[in-house]
């Protein structure tokens, strides 16, 4: 606000400030892979490869963005933009989506009472995104004067996130179909669910947004922000909130004051998700069009997208409302207003049909078990 940010996208505090969130994040890091080694000997369950994992690559990520950014590179515009690119692509496929996927594959067998539908799939998805994901980024460059193989490699990699996608999405539905009903009842996995399929739908999306034909009529325009936008809030945010009314009742011992508060949260924030990335990717497009059409006065272009830009702007308004009702209902949650109870909030019906799972194990339906 003072005017000292660098001006990068994703890194724009300024440049003083990386090394001591390096280091605050390091010191995270190290007591988490401490509780880690001290944990009960035992099983390692998929959510806790995705969290560690995290764990792990983000310092990686960060610290070349970083020192490439800010240190060895004295403000070259050109490596900036290229660093910038893969940082801001890196970041989502390699910490942000693996902390929403370890939230899923955790949520999906604790509330249903099921274990997850298959350890292999589990495996291949998670090596899969291991893979592809570092590729990503340089897309953005396409026609820029570097390596050329860079930018036709980020954008294979975008293509191929669909694998990944395609494994994840089919082994949590799977584990989740076969108590359906749970689904429709419970917050948490109403919102979980809700950002599997976003996660399907990303990878969908990404395959047909990143051939060399389309993205000549997508690189300059507002379907990437659609698709970040997608990635960010359908993905990582549902599951996140998925997580928070899981985990919230566990912490304040109460359970959520409202279901109503719950359903305009939910309904709001899918709804303002869909019609951003909706308006934005077919405004892109016809952007783009208008782009690639030599004949026609760059005003005209300018007048298709502001149609759409104006559905975006609606639509962030239905996620400012969700969003504060949301808040709210947090904020009432804190203050402990809400009841003591042996039971979850659930959508439908008043409390759950057996305190334990399949295990004898307490099961997530007791939301007062820590």
Not at 102 to 120: E, F, M
Not at 162 to 172: C, H, M, R, S, T
Not at 204 to 226: A, I, R
Not at 275 to 285: L, P, Q, R, S
């Amino acid at each position: 606000m003072m005017g000292e940010g660098s001006g990068i996208a994703w890194m724009e505090f300024p440049g003083e400030v990386w090394p001591v969130l390096l280091l605050c994040y390091a010191a995270i890091t190290i007591w988490s892979l401490i509780q880690f080694q001290v944990r009960d000997a035992g099983h390692v369950f998929v959510s806790q490869w995705y969290l560690l994992a995290g764990l792990l690559w983000f310092p990686w990520i960060a610290l070349s963005a970083w020192m490439f950014v800010f240190v060895f590179d004295g403000g070259h515009p050109l490596m900036v933009s290229g660093i910038a690119a893969w940082f801001k692509a890196t970041l989502f496929f390699l910490f942000f989506l693996p902390t929403a996927l370890a939230s899923a594959y955790y949520l999906a067998p604790k509330v249903t009472g099921r274990p997850v539908y298959s350890y292999n799939i589990a495996l291949f998805g998670f090596w899969s995104l291991a893979f592809f994901g570092p590729w990503a980024g340089m897309q953005k460059l396409m026609g820029a004067p570097i390596p050329q193989f860079l930018p036709y490699a980020g954008a294979a990699s975008m293509v191929l996130i669909l694998i990944p996608a395609i494994a994840v999405g089919y082994n949590i539905l799977k584990t989740v179909m076969v108590n359906s009903e749970v689904v429709a009842e419970s917050p948490s996995l109403r919102f979980t669910v809700s950002g599997i399929v976003a996660f399907l739908a990303f990878g969908v999306l990404s395959l047909f947004l990143h051939t060399v034909p389309s993205m000549k009529m997508t690189q300059f325009s507002y379907s990437g922000y659609g698709l970040d936008i997608l990635g960010i809030y359908g993905v990582f945010s549902l599951c996140a909130f998925g997580a928070i009314y899981f985990i919230v009742p566990r912490i304040t011992r109460r359970e959520w004051l409202s279901r109503r508060f719950i359903k305009w949260h939910f309904y709001f924030s899918l709804y303002g998700v869909l019609a951003i990335v909706t308006c934005a990717i077919m405004g892109g497009m016809s952007q783009g069009q208008g782009i690639e059409d030599l004949s026609q006065p760059f005003g005209t272009m300018a007048a298709r997208a502001s149609q759409f830009g104006w559905g975006v702007t609606l639509a962030w308004g239905c996620l400012l409302f969700a969003n504060l009702s949301f808040c709210l209902h947090l904020l009432l949650m804190w203050a402990r207003l809400g009841r003591r109870s042996s039971h979850p909030t659930l959508l439908k019906g008043h409390h759950a049909a057996s305190p334990h799972g399949p295990e004898g194990e307490i099961d997530n339906y007791s939301s007062a078990s820590v």
